[in-house]
């Protein structure tokens, strides 16, 4: 009957990761079209649902608190809810992102644009993959998923790094853009700092599969 109470609890738990999963989805989704489209409206519901992504994260951690002090979890177990843990963790920081991106795009709702919106939305949009890759790989206890998702990782980086050199060109020829491609260079380091979230996601997963954290994204290997 314990273990049977357990396992109930643990399958809520896991519901609830689920939940705070598509709500972090869904505030990358709508911050990269806020700011593809200077849509301020849909910005400021970004901004604003992050107090629910909070609210949902400490909701989570307090029950994976719980399950270890009332039920002294198995060695498996605690390796579950430990990782439940640090998940959460880079998911309410992916929505801080994603809220710092829309906040931005506020801010610049009323200017030209100073480069071709192409490889951003790209960048964007794969960050936006690799968190989807990361949190399926822990609903599915997929190790081969997750390693997918660090090795996106580089990707990611590179247009990163291209886009900032990018930036600085424009800033260079035309003073007058550096406030706003400094805005820019700030977007692009959030997207950036997604994907690294979302890797350490997928590391995460590793562990809770194998009992073994490895750092899977190590640059220049």
Known sequence: ???NSFD????????????????VEESIENSVIAFKKQDVSLARQVFESDDT???????????????????????????????????????ERIADHAADIAELTIRMA???????????????????????????????????LAKEVCDSDDEVDNLFSKIVLELINIMKNNPETVEQATDYMFIVKYLERIGDHATNIAEWVVFNVTGSHDHLARKNE
């Open 1 to 3: 009957m314990v273990r």
């Open 8 to 23: 109930k609890e643990l399958e809520h738990l896991h519901g609830l990761m689920v939940k705070m999963s598509a709500m």
């Open 53 to 91: 992504i909070d609210d949902m994260e400490s909701k989570i951690e307090k029950i994976c608190i719980n399950l270890i002090a009332r039920q002294q979890p198995l060695a498996k177990d605690l390796r579950a809810i430990s990782t439940a843990l640090k998940i959460i963790t880079d998911m």
């Open 110 to 144: 009323d200017l030209k644009q100073v480069k071709p919106l192409i490889d951003i939305p790209l960048m964007a949009d794969l960050a936006k993959k690799m968190v989807t890759k990361s949190i399926n790989s822990y609903v599915k206890h997929d190790i081969a």
